[in-house]
């Protein structure tokens, strides 16, 4: 007689869905609970995402063949804990909505700060690049492709991991073909990549096999990839620990800042012509779907930029926040109204966020515990030093040489560090929208320079 009920402990454990609503459920929670006038707000999601992705993980690596429920676990393993497609979705729901909320005011914005934005977008991600390089120098990781894949995870951005690959390749390339003709000093550094055991091959090598040149050149790619694995996560939390302890470091009043803020756009709206008025839609399904597909679109155009660069993108974040920018900025086009309610457009907003947290978090749990308690360690602290660089030289710049109010300027560092999760904090934290602008403006020329600083920090001795 067949079973009335069945249950798989394995299968449901492991499910994405369980694993996003437990994190999402628990991460509001700790988000609310406040610590004097703190709390980690939306962010509450990643850390218990962080944890919930450590233990499933462990959990899933430990189920044996035989055992009941080890196709769930393996199949969960493959994808990463929870596949990226969800990654995706929540990713551009969020910048879409970010950038309806902040497009009105979008020309002011410009036209106030337009300069600025392209020196910060620059200026922080060649900080980064700077202390990266000096830590490929300075650090005792024998992997140095490890150290140089810290810069794009620090700095969360996709497109310069995979010019970070490319150039990798290259570089390691280069290294394999010069072998012959290189001095005992970097044998011994190539010798350690090649094997860091030590104890397959010998530095005394005076010719390597093509078994060898390939297996340097693909141990150089999977450096960069856990560089960037690593570092991603604590790319994500020093921005957030940045942007909530920044205004109370520099004893900031964030009334007077936002007082200020609304001042400057008040003078710039003054100052642009042509911007027509746009009756609020409560909620419009059909506009809103489509500014997703048409961001998305732009995100995935590449563009060549010369040999050097090579072919650029936006990626599903640039794609999404500057379609979005620009519908909202324009209004409604037909039938379709790209203004709509600000309190529905904030909850989608909300909810798209403490979701997209979450996935950031089961996906990359394993790695952050493994770096916390294992080897991973020493690329941890130079993830969380190099972002502190950069965040700290366009903190700076920003505020004492361009004088930015800290409303604009908490957008554009994370815009700087290509960091959508931060710009969630930077709203949360400041109970407004208005830092997505900023955020906006820079991303573009960030990406820009992760993408030309990745291939320069890859042309340098090593």
Partial sequence: MADLIRFDLVTWITSPYILMFVAVFTGVLLGNIKIGKFNFGASGCLFTGLFIGWAVYGYGINIQEGQSGVEAARSMLSVGVVPSTFFNLFLVFFVVAVGLLAAKDLGAVIKKYGSKFVVLGFVITLSGAIATYGMVLLSPIDNPYEVSGIYTGALTSSPGLAAAIETAREHATVRVNGFADADTQEREKFMK??????????????????????????NAESGIGLGYAVGYPFGVIIVIIAINFI???????????KERFHQEMQEARSMVKGGREVVETKFDIIAFAFACFFGYSIGIIEIYLGSVIGYFSLGATGGALIGSLILGYIGKIGPMSFRMDTKVLGIVRELSLCFFLAVVGLRYGYQVFDAILGTGASLAIISLFV???????GFLIGRYVFKLNWIMLAGSICGGMTSTPGLGVAIDALDSDDPAAGYGAVYPFALLGMVLFTIILHKLPM
Avoid: H, R, W
């Avoid at 972002?387 to 030289?393: C, E, K, M, R, S």
């Fill in 247 to 257: 205004p109370k470091i520099f004893k900031m009043n964030l009334d007077e800042e």
């Fill in 193 to 218: 990549v090649l094997d860091p055991s030590g104890e397959v091959y010998q530095a005394s090598l005076d010719s390597l096999t093509n078994d060898q040149e390939s297996q340097f050149i693909k």
């Fill in 387 to 393: 972002g502190t660089v950069a965040i700290l030289v």
